[in-house]
């Protein structure tokens, strides 16, 4: 039964990127998908784990601290 479960888990999950929101259109798809979950970290946890990722463009700066935080700021809205 656990096994099944968990295929079950896996196979109806989806992950995405931060960004994604910011589309109405996701949105609206996302929304009719079911339950959804956000998941996040610290600034400075997502900094750790990002800053040295040259394959994140919005992030590829020389304060990537800074970066995160404003991206957070800017899709707050969205994840209410």
Do not use: H, W
């Amino acid at each position: 039964l656990r096994l099944v479960g968990s295929e079950m888990c896996i196979r109806d999950s989806v992950g995405t990127g931060g960004g994604i929101i910011i589309s109405n259109e996701n949105r609206e798809i996302i929304k009719n998908l079911g339950f959804v979950v956000y998941l996040t970290a610290s600034i400075k946890e997502l900094t750790y784990r990002t800053e040295q990722d040259k394959s994140r463009p919005l992030i590829n700066s020389t304060n990537t601290q800074e970066v995160i935080a404003n991206l957070i700021k800017e899709r707050q809205e969205f994840l209410q």
